[in-house]
């Protein structure tokens, strides 16, 4: 089976595909009340989140839904895992129960590539600790593309604690991948080693990265994911790399406004610069997230239902 486990791998013209398949979705999420394509009717596909989320488990299930699946939720807390069960045991009796996809959010980078490779069906990647978040990062460049009209020669600057972003990582892949110029901004501590490899290019001095951005993508402090050495005060990471409108100012004039959520208004955003509709596309985001999901449900079940395409 092909799985969705991360954008490193994906061809260009296989995330332009995955795009441009969102598009009939966004359409027929707008469309109005019957927001429903039964092409997934008698498939079961199960989400499986070990960590909190609410846009990626919601927009899962409402994209399996609107395409007809029945989508079940694990619900992690009440499960067996509680018990000792190891993952490995837990994706094979999700297997056992001929799952048709399976959808998963882990902790740690790289459960969800061990679990593809236990199951006999595709597994979609909904963030795999400080890995990979490709369905997150295709409805970002879904968002761009349609506000922006292009990725292509696109100045996006990605800023906030980069080090523990799998949202980060997976925009750089993307982005680059598509054509755009990637800044990454954070303070030295939160810039991973060897950034430069991702072919983008780091700041310490958020200032400093902002003029000719088209794009700025604001990211939380993961403090869950620190180990306590360096846990930046809100008040001073505000101060330092937080948007206001003097900072935004510094950027293009019709420069995007992006945060992947959930967002900690006044640490890393101000809250009006958030809820500035004609600058913040955040909201769009969440609303492209279901047609990008709809999409890579469709796509990745193809070859178990019979129909020709990329899978
Ligand atoms: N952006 C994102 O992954 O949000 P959730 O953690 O709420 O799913």
Known sequence: HRHLL???GLQPWEI???LSEAEQWVALNRSGATKRDDRLRGLTIINAFFENSTRTLLSFEIAGKRLGADVVNMHVAQSSTKKGETLIDTAMTLNAMRADAIVIRHGSSGAVDLISQKVDCPVLNAGDGTHEHPTQALLDALTIRRRKGRIDGLVVTICGDILHSRVARSNMISLTTLGAQVRVVAPPALMPEGIASFGVEAFNNFDAALPGSDVVMMLRLQNERMQGDFIPSPREFFHLYGLDS????LA???ALVMHPGP?????????HIADDLERSAITEQVEMGVAVRMACLD???RRARGVEGWS
């Open 263 to 271: 967002m900690n208004r006044g640490v890393e955003i101000a809250s």
């Open 299 to 301: 796509i990745l079940t």
């Open 246 to 249: 003097r900072r935004l100012a």
């Open 16 to 18: 332009e595909f995955i």
């Open 6 to 8: 991360g954008i490193a």
């Open 252 to 254: 293009k004039p019709d």
